[in-house]
């Protein structure tokens, strides 16, 4: 390349002479345009050859390239086939691939379902932690914290048509079984429920202790109605109405030398407003006989998760059945609510006079942030508040308030019978912040007033409660 400059060069250096052969140039002239034209070619050189430097380096770039494409494709090749070889293996018989496939969701704890949703397993807790204060009046009453509820548990479903629940209660630092049952659901029209679950009598009863509005349930609720015992029911509702019955045994942790008591339970109730509004109209009844060891009914009733009986009407004997009857009625417009409950509880005896007892409670509430309680209507029962705005220092948001008041009487007195029980009135105010939709806390004021036959004679204690309460 050098040599052919050099040749141009000279070629151009003649030329130019001839065309100036008028002015003839001498040795040393020629000499030196000879040089700096040499000095031109070497510079012309070099950049010419860092130029062919600089396409060999691309184009060793671009074969480096076009190997790396190669090599891909060829693992594209390799990974198509592969996919191609597992699909067309048969799966194991009674799955396929999509079916055994796991679905994993956090609302707000562990969700796992199959993919074709038949199968799951959803872990389930709560945990109410109450402090309470006695304003003592004739009996001195402690003082102090109470972990109300400490529950451990799991729900989900067992194959198609099937769904299945049981939880432990650690609170007050026992175990006992709550929920623990078996439900068929492949009927339709209602389920079949087989296992420890709540009876079906009671609005109050029948709504989950997550949900309620007090932070006790009533008292006339806690005497009149049970908790979960070992039974089956038929249950079905549709979207404004429920019906629900069954026959039940005892609690599941019960022993006794004879036949254990038997009850048939039936509860059913109505939205006669379908649509934003509630107006629920609800009515149950429970048929009882005791077990054949103790032949016996006792009753009682306190104003608070802790504490005392302030009413009692002791053991009553020779008891051969037991009737309670219930009506509710409930409504809901925007964030008011309504509820009220009236049961008449009525023992026959097999020797002496039969006792007759009733009580009652009304509340209302109003969500000052704008909510409303849900109700279901295949159940019959108030849900879960949801803020519209959850607690957030950081965002400024409030969470959901509400204001309740509630009055309620239990009346264990029956002078006809023999049986002075004692009555009981109390006035309850509390309040309510629903942080989250799994966090609430508390605070009720119950007013106490007792009549002569209460078991200390006119004691009307102040009672004043806070709850902290989360659930998953």
């Known amino acids: 390349m050098r040599n052919y400059l050099l040749t141009s060069a000279a070629a151009l250096m003649i030329m130019g002479s001839s065309a100036y052969a008028a002015e003839p140039m001498n040795m040393e002239q020629m000499q030196s345009q000879l040089e700096a034209l040499s000095q031109q070619v070497e510079k012309l050189s070099a950049v010419v050859e860092q130029q062919n430097r600089l396409i060999m380096s691309q184009k060793s770039k671009i074969e480096m390239h076009d190997t790396t494409i190669a090599e891909q494709e060829q693992k594209v090749s390799e990974q198509s086939m592969k996919i191609g070889e597992i699909a067309a293996i048969a799966p194991a018989a009674g799955g396929t691939p999509d079916k055994d496939a796991v679905k994993i969701s956090m609302k707000p704890g562990p969700k796992f379902e199959s993919a074709d949703g038949q199968y799951s397993f959803q872990p389930t807790g709560r945990m109410h932690l109450d402090?309470?204060?006695?304003?003592?009046?004739?009996?001195?009453?402690?003082?102090?914290?109470n972990l109300r509820r400490a529950r451990l548990g799991a729900k989900g479903d067992i194959?198609?048509?099937?769904?299945?629940?049981?939880?432990?209660?650690?609170?007050?630092?026992?175990?006992?079984?709550?929920?623990?049952?078996?439900?068929?659901?492949?009927?339709?029209?209602?389920?079949?429920?087989?296992?420890?679950?709540?009876?079906p009598m009671g609005m109050e009863q029948a709504t989950s202790s997550n949900y309620i509005t007090m932070i006790e349930r009533s008292p006339v609720t806690n005497a009149f109605t049970r908790g979960e015992i070992l039974g089956g029911a038929l249950k079905g509702g549709g979207e404004n109405w429920s019906l629900a019955g069954g026959v039940y045994n005892e609690d599941a942790g019960v022993n006794t030398s004879d036949d254990e008591g038997v009850s048939a339970e039936m509860r059913g109730s109505v939205?006669?407003?379908?649509?934003?509004n509630v107006l629920h109209v609800g009515l149950g009844g429970s048929l009882r006989t005791p077990n054949a060891t103790s032949e016996s009914v006792s009753l009682g009733g306190k104003p608070a998760g802790t504490g005392s009986n302030l009413i009692s009407t002791g053991t009553i004997a020779n008891v051969d059945s037991s009737r309670v009857l219930g009506v509710e009625l409930a409504g809901a417009f925007g964030p008011f609510s309504v509820q009220?409950?009236?049961?008449?509880?009525?023992?026959?005896?097999d020797s002496g006079s039969d006792?007759?007892?009733?009580?009652?409670?009304?509340?209302?509430?109003?969500?000052?942030t704008g909510e409303s309680r849900p109700y279901k209507g295949s159940t019959g029962t108030f849900g879960r508040v949801k803020p519209a705005r959850p607690f957030s220092l950081k965002n400024g948001t409030p969470?959901?308030?509400?204001?309740?008041?509630?009055?309620?009487?239990?009346?264990?007195?029956?002078?006809g019978a023999g049986v002075a029980g004692g009555k009981m009135t109390d006035w309850t105010l509390g309040v309510n912040w629903y942080m989250t939709d799994n966090v609430r806390m508390m605070l009720d004021y119950v007013s106490v007033d007792t009549d002569d036959n209460a078991v200390i004679a006119n004691d009307d204690p102040a009672v004043v409660t806070l709850r902290t309460q989360w659930d998953f």
């Open 131 to 145: 402090f309470t204060h006695f304003e003592d009046d004739k009996r001195d009453n402690p003082d102090g914290a």
């Open 159 to 199: 194959g198609e048509d099937l769904n299945y629940k049981i939880e432990l209660d650690f609170g007050g630092e026992s175990t006992n079984l709550k929920d623990a049952y078996l439900a068929y659901t492949g009927l339709g029209f209602a389920d079949i429920v087989l296992g420890n679950a709540k009876p």
């Open 271 to 276: 939205d006669l407003l379908p649509g934003d």
């Open 340 to 349: 009220g409950e009236y049961m008449n509880y009525a023992i026959d005896r």
């Open 355 to 368: 006792p007759e007892f009733d009580g009652w409670y009304a509340q209302a509430s109003y969500l000052l």
């Open 399 to 415: 969470g959901a308030w509400e204001v309740a008041a509630r009055v309620d009487q239990l009346d264990l007195n029956d002078a």
